[in-house]
C-alpha cells in the first residue's frame, strides 16, 4: 500500500513533505493509462488520512465548524450522484481536500497572525454598518426642515427601514456565498453600501431618503450576517469566543461610535456632510478591505483549486465534494428562505432567543432615538448628545473584558453542559438588562444629574452585549450544520424588531412618560429574562426532544462512525452533548 505521501503524489495533492501548492505532484503522472493503474491501487484522501475504495463513500471533512454542511450548501444527508458512485467503483475521481500536515490555504490552518488580520478586517465593517444606522439619527432634525418633513415618525422610517433592510438577505446569503465566495460578496455588498451614502446626501426628497437607507440596510447587511460565518470558517469551536466576542463589540460599539462625531457635523455643518463624510471614510476603508481580505469558505477554496487542477492537468477527475453534493441554487434558495422560518416557529429554543435578542435589539434602537429626548431634558446640543452614545462603547468593552471569565467557564463546564455552558452571561445579561432598563427610567428627569441615564444604559446594554453573543454563540453549537439556518432566524427577528421600535418609541414616551415607557419594556425584559436560565437547566432535555436535533443527533453519530472505520480507531465527539 502507498505511504500518505506518496498516494497524495499519485493524487496530485500536495503531501506531508511538499508545498501546499495545488499543482504539486500533477507534472510526474505519466499517461493517461499509467495514471488509471495508479489510482486504482491509491486509496483516496480523507481529511489528510487515505482509504480505500470501499470507504470512498465517507465525507472527506469531519465537521469541524457548526454550519460546515449548511454553509457549503450540502445535503445534511446528501446522497453520491450515480455518476459519482460509479467513478468511484471505477476509480475514477480524484477527490481534492486540504492537507491536514500543513496546507497555507485551508483557512482552519491560517497564521494566527492571518486569521486576527482577517477578522479584524471583517469586524470593522461590522461597526461601520452599525455606525451608519445611528449617524442618520443625528441630521434627522435639519434634514425635516429642508425636506418639508410634517412627520418625525416619517423621517424616522429612515431608522426603522435600515434595520428592515438588514432583516432579508440572511434568509437568502449562505447559496450566494457558497457559489460566489464570501471575499466577492463582501467587495460587491460593500461597494454599493458606500455608494449608497451619496445618494442619501444628494437626496431632494424624503422618499429617495427612504429608498435608499433601506437599500443601503440590505447591502450592509452583510458586514452584520457574514461576519459570523468567517469567524466560524477559520477558527475551530473552543477558539471562537474571543473573535466572537469582537464580532459583538463591531455590532453594538459600532452603533455608538457613528453619533459621538455625526453630532458634531450635524451642529457645525449639514445633515448631509454627514452622508458626505461617511461615505468618504467608508472608500478609504474599502482599499484596504478589497485588497487585504482573503476568502475563508473552504468549500470554495477547494472548488477552485480542483478547477484550477482540471485545467492545469487537463485531467476531469479532480473534483471537490462540494462540486458533487451541492443541490442547485433554485433548490438553496428555497431552503434558504423556508428553513429559517421554520425552524423560528417550531424550534423553542430558537423561538425563545428569537423574542428575548429581538426585544433587546428593539431596545437598543428604541435608544436611537430615546437617548435625544433624554438629551432635550437636559438642554444639550447636537454635538453633546451624540456624547451620550458612548455609553453603548464603554458597555461593549465591560462585555468583552467579562465575557473572558465566561470563556474560562466554557472550556470548564463543556465536557458535562455541552452548549449550556454558553449561557453563563447570559443568566447575567437577563439580569443586568431590566436592571439598567429601570435605572435608566426613573433618572429621565430634567432635575436628576445625566449621570443616572448614563450609568442605567451602561448596565442595561453590556446586558445586551452578553445576550447578543450568547445567541450566536449557543445557536452554534446547539444546532451545528444548521446553525446558519438558526441564526437567519434570529437575525429576522431582531431585525424586525429593530424596525418597529423606534417608529413608536417617542409616541410611547410622550404618552406614558419617561420613566413608565423604560419601565414597560424593562417588565418584558424581567419576563423574557427567564430563557437563559430554562435552557440552562433543562436544554439538553428540550434540544433532546427536537425533531430537528435529533436528526442532527443521528448525522453526527454517522459521521463519527465513518471515521471510526476509516481510522480503524474509536472516536468520541461532541455529539452526545450536542443532541
Known sequence: MPTPDAAAADAGLPSSS???????GTRDLGTEQQQRQRQAKSPHNFNGRYVHDDLAHVHPRPIEDPDYERSCGLAPDAALSAEEADLEKAGEVLWVDFD?????????????RKKWYNTAMACFFTVEVGSAASTYVEGIAEMERELGVEKHVVSLLGVSLYALGFSLPPLVLAPFSEALGRKTIYITTYIVWA????????????????????????????????????ISDIFRTPDRGVPMALFAIGGIAGTGIGPVWAGWIAQYLSWRWIQWISAAQAGAFFVAFALTIEESRGSVILTRRAAKLRKETGDQRYRARAEE????????IKTSLTRPLWILVSEPIVTSFSIWIALAWGFMYGLLESIGLIAELHNFSP??????????VVASLIGLITNFYQEALYRKYYPTKGPEARLFAACAGAVLFPIGGFIYAWTSYPDVSIAGPIIGIIVLMTGVYHIYLAVFSYLSDAYLIYASSALAAQSFARNVFGFAFPLFITQMYK?????WASTLLSLLGVALGIVPFVLYRYGHAIRARSVLSQQLQRQEEARLAAVAVATGTATAGPGKSEA
Not at 18 to 24: L, T
Not at 383 to 392: A, E
Not at 511 to 515: A, K, T, V
Open 325 to 332: 453534493e451541492r443541490a442547485s441554487m433554485a433548490t438553496l
Open 511 to 515: 404618552n406614558l412618560g419617561y420613566p
Open 383 to 392: 454635538g453633546q448628545t451624540g456624547l451620550l452614545f458612548l455609553t453603548l
Open 195 to 230: 455608494v449608497l451614502f451619496l445618494g442619501v446626501g444628494f437626496a431632494q426628497n424624503i422618499e429617495t431618503v427612504l429608498i435608499l437607507r433601506f437599500l443601503q440596510g440590505a447591502f450592509g447587511s452583510t458586514g452584520s450576517t457574514m461576519v459570523g460565518g468567517t
Open 100 to 112: 491536514p500536515h500543513g496546507d497555507s490555504a485551508d483557512p482552519f490552518q491560517w497564521s494566527t
Open 18 to 24: 511538499s508545498s501546499s501548492s495545488p499543482r504539486a
